[in-house]
């Protein structure tokens, strides 16, 4: 223990001795080495933010949890400290920005997601209630709900005849997920509840399974799984694998919005995944699941990577 820690603060030296004779060789420090040498997006913002967080400056430290209406003054004030003249770099400072609004965008999703998560589902208030029929309707449109509290709740993939016992795991998140994906991809989430049932359950034809190739395939309830998707995209986003994508495809800061629209690319990716896999029953669903994060992981591991739905939900929302 002894000596990792040693070797940490070895290392830590040697780099701030590599940064000042970076400076001293390019006139340039290191920020400026970023901006100028790497292209915008992930990649970028990425070596931008570390750059920060590791400064021994306590101003450039704290430049990346500042308020979204700071930043153009603290860009100004990180021009002064590193004695950059804003006039011969002007490109500096906008880098710089784009770089902010994103980083502090992405702590400010988080906080926005949590609270989401954290709300639990109240029957008693009138928007929880009207989001989840929209739910129904969006998904059922020519099955009228009989009622509130009923087994037809178990057609759309939950346990029992009462949703809300089903959104304690993640609060309002997953039913705004669901009902986001629902409601901005009709067909595509039409489609995926459809092929997510049973095949004995299902309306199709023995034809219309085997020409889908889907004949073997064991189904799952759709809206567990949409709230366990949830949970998949809200850790893959409070664990920051997901700054990759967020920073490659929000030009500024990331949204609740750009949050949906990944949950909806994750939902759609893991139906794919599950028939591929093809799995003997329901009780696989852990081992798929934890199969399909790593793929998804491995895939963000790529600076490069933007996880770009093709479908409805995400128009308007990639911004390369």
Known sequence: MLIQVCLYFYCKFLWRCLKFVMRKLTGRCELQRICYSTKPGASRTMKIETSLR???????????????????????????????NPDINPQLGISLQACLLQIVGYRNLIADVEKLRREPYDSDNPQHEEMLLKLWQFLKPNTPLESRISKQWCEIGFQGDDPKTDFRGMGLLGLYNLQYFAERDTASAQRVLSDSL?????K??????????????????????????TDLAYNLLVSGALKTHFYNIA????TLSHFQQTFCYLMHEFHEFWIEEDPMDIMEFNRVREKFRKRILKQLQNPDTALCPHFAASEGLINM
């Not at 400056?57 to 002064?80: N, R, W, Y």
């Not at 049973?198 to 299902?202: E, G, L, R």
């Not at 395939?217 to 366990?228: E, K, M, T, W």
Request: aromatic residues 4%; glycine residues 4%.
């Open 204 to 229: 199709l034809s023995k034809a219309e399974w085997e020409k889908k190739r889907m004949d073997t395939a064991i189904g799952y309830s759709f809206a567990i799984v949409g709230i366990n998707i």
């Open 198 to 202: 049973h095949p004995k359950c299902s």
């Open 251 to 254: 030009p500024e800061a990331p």
């Open 54 to 84: 590791d400064s021994k400056s306590k101003l450039l430290q704290t430049s990346v949890s500042v308020h979204p209406d700071a930043i153009e003054k603290t860009i100004e004030d990180i021009m002064e400290l590193k004695k950059i």
